[in-house]
């Protein structure tokens, strides 16, 4: 049983620009390539093409056909936190930790560059495993949680929901 969901909202109207931009210099580099022949060293051009043809691709797989879900699961053992990932119609459990096992929650305000980086610091020196599952690409505010699930440390970032930080104890 629930006792919590929520399904961040999207906010990529810059995504669809920046994706568009790639995919539109990729083409010209191209096209740029095979009309004039005689340029020099013109594989690096088109090696430059299919990676912004890739990034391209990456952001709107990641950030524009997939939603998450958050949720705060009821079981035998006591509550669970998971994250169901929405592609199209097909629905996946990507992360479920135990809330018992949740070690610290941070919240990250939007410009506090001091305090993000000190969380980074944290999860790299702690040597977590790091996971994003957060719906936009630039999220204005953001929750991190770090946790030992079954022996391993994970950090999971995901985006901000008030529901979520008063479930957690969250460090200002």
Do not use: H
């Not at 949720?71 to 990507?94: M, P, W, Y």
């Not at 790299?124 to 022996?151: P, R, V």
């Amino acid at each position: 049983m629930n006792l919590f969901e929520f399904i961040p909202p999207k906010n990529n109207k810059r995504l669809g620009t920046i994706s568009g931009v790639l995919l539109l210099g990729g083409a010209v580099m191209l096209l740029v390539t095979y009309v004039f022949d005689e340029i020099m060293g013109k594989w690096i051009f088109q090696l430059l093409a299919t990676g912004m043809f890739g990034v391209s691709i990456f952001l709107v797989s990641r950030y524009v056909m997939k939603n998450f879900i958050y949720a705060i699961v009821s079981t035998d053992g006591g509550n669970d936190f998971t994250v169901t990932e929405l592609q199209n119609k097909k629905k996946t459990t990507v992360c479920r930790i135990s809330v018992s096992n949740i070690e610290r929650t941070f919240v990250i305000e939007p410009g506090d560059k001091v305090k993000e980086d000190s969380v980074k610091a944290l999860i790299k020196g702690g040597k977590y495993k790091k996971y994003n599952y957060c719906a936009d690409l630039f999220d204005e505010k953001c929750i991190y949680i770090l946790a030992d699930e079954c022996g391993e440390k994970v950090a999971i970032r995901l985006s901000w929901c008030e529901e979520l930080e008063s479930y957690f104890s969250v460090e200002k």
